[in-house]
């Protein structure tokens, strides 16, 4: 199966020290997904949630993934990191598939 997200080395850990130390019940799956609104008029969803009739189902490196049917699009090829500076502190969407706007 094609998976449509990657998550980096950093995020990976992040979200395996949350499992661990949170209590996430096992029968839970990372849920990755969207909603309008927010810059560009969509904004990117991560949690934990039981599987649902029309989600997609994967693993990435251990992690079981739950993606709705209806977000797949507005999800391919989005990379999941973590960022972790003095100021800010969270996950971060990025599509590289998506040229960055350079002002002239």
């Not at 839970?28 to 609104?37: C, D, I």
């Not at 507005?74 to 996950?91: I, N, Q």
């Amino acid at each position: 199966m094609l998976i449509p997200i990657k998550i980096t080395e950093k995020a990976l850990i992040e979200i395996k020290n949350i499992i661990d130390n949170k209590n996430i019940p096992q029968d839970y799956s990372l849920r990755v997904g969207v909603k309008g609104g927010g810059c560009g008029g969509m904004s990117y969803l991560l949690g934990f949630d039981k599987p649902k009739t029309d989600d997609v189902q994967f693993e990435f490196e251990g992690i079981p993934i739950l993606i709705e049917k209806r977000h797949m699009m507005f999800l391919m090829g989005m990379e999941v990191d973590f960022f972790d500076g003095t100021e800010a502190r969270g996950f971060t969407f990025v599509n590289p598939d998506i040229p960055k706007r350079h002002d002239v």
